[in-house]
């Protein structure tokens, strides 16, 4: 089967976000293939009765376009830095709902808790979560 571990949620979503960063860099039948396998569950008998193309071609093409998808992201890093920034991004929002509490506990002036606001506000739709 394929190099990685699939059934694993977290390796799916890994691709997924590789995927997202270096998809166009994969050729058509591969970003269908990597669609059909990895977003909409499909199997490989499945995938190749779609595509019209046999069983073999298209774990061909998934080994291909998975092992493009993670040189590419050794040699350029852009996944460790998406998830730093992430991670960084989550962090100030922890830190700005703490000080806000606190701001609002001690009656501090509502112009520190309205840019404490404006901090969370802007972490929260960089993350793409709600409120």
Known sequence: ML?????????????????????????EKQKQ????????DYSLSEISEQLSITRQAVRDSLLR?????????????LLEKFNNMRQTLVVSYE???????FAQRKYLPSE????LNEIMDSASESLGEEN
């Open 65 to 77: 376009a998975e092992t493009t998808l993670f040189d590419t992201d050794a040699r350029l890093g």
């Open 112 to 115: 520190i808790i309205d840019k």
């Open 3 to 27: 190099n990685i571990n699939v059934s694993s949620e977290e390796e799916r979503v890994k691709i997924g976000l590789l995927l997202d960063l270096y998809g166009n860099i994969l050729t």
């Open 95 to 101: 830190n700005a709902a703490y000080i806000k509490d």
């Open 33 to 40: 293939t990597m669609d059909l396998y990895f977003q909409q």
